[in-house]
């Protein structure tokens, strides 16, 4: 989930394709991504979760991959 500060682009469905990116989803959106294969990288791997039908849990490493990536870009973009 993100949150916006604006509303979101004229015609945006919110469905992203599955070959779609997700970091330029998130820049269509008006938010800026730097890391933009580490971002693709890592959300689809927390978004297609374990492959044997069972819970899916992402493992602490790759939480705390994405944290990395995104709490830089929110410290370096923070006003």
Do not use: K
Request: glycine letters at 10%; a negative charge; hydrophobic letters at 40%.
């Amino acid at each position: 989930m993100v949150r916006l500060r604006n509303p979101a682009p004229q015609g945006w469905g919110g469905y992203l394709p599955p070959d779609g990116s997700i970091a330029a989803d998130l820049a269509s959106l008006g938010l800026s991504v730097e890391q933009t294969d580490a971002v693709d990288r890592q959300l689809a791997q927390f978004l297609v979760g374990d492959s044997d039908g069972g819970a899916c849990q992402i493992p602490p490493a790759d939480f705390r991959a994405i944290v990395e990536v995104f709490d830089r870009h929110w410290l370096s973009h923070s006003a």
